[in-house]
């Protein structure tokens, strides 16, 4: 059974940094495109990075681009998201995902049927 569980949320000043950490379970963690999503108040869903499977290729939302930084430590089946100069705008409940298929590409996790996280809550303040 698949599981994510997501950590590393909290409460900063805009400029600030935080790291995300998403754990896996359930699978090869290897073999599997993993990914972020951000949901804020009263807004959709929205993607927002995305590494290919084993790692070495990624793609990022224009919004979060040249400031998140996605990466995966495979022996430790663990998906990171950093995030640098950090803006009130980036406040939502951030979710970790896992592709159901295996072995694709950072793009498919895009719009691909995926895993969920429960979240975890990422507060900048002005």
């Known amino acids: 059974q698949v599981q994510l569980v997501e950590s590393g949320g909290g409460l900063?000043?805009?400029?600030?940094?935080?790291?995300?950490?998403?754990?896996?379970?359930?699978?090869?963690?290897?073999?599997?495109?993993?990914?972020?999503?951000?949901?804020?108040?009263?807004?959709?869903?929205?993607?927002?990075?995305?590494?290919n499977w084993s790692g070495g290729n990624t793609y990022y939302a224009a919004s979060v681009k040249e400031r998140f930084t996605i990466s995966r430590d495979n022996a430790k089946n663990t998906v990171f998201l950093q995030m640098n100069s950090l803006k009130p705008e980036d406040t939502a409940v951030y979710y970790c995902t896992q592709n159901v298929a295996s072995k694709s590409s950072a793009t498919t996790v895009v719009s691909g049927q995926k895993y969920w996280g429960q979240g975890t809550q990422v507060t900048v303040s002005s």
């Open 12 to 51: 900063v000043q805009a400029g600030d940094s935080l790291r995300l950490s998403c754990a896996a379970s359930g699978r090869t963690f290897s073999n599997y495109a993993m990914g972020w999503f951000r949901q804020a108040p009263g807004k959709e869903r929205e993607f927002v990075a995305a590494i």
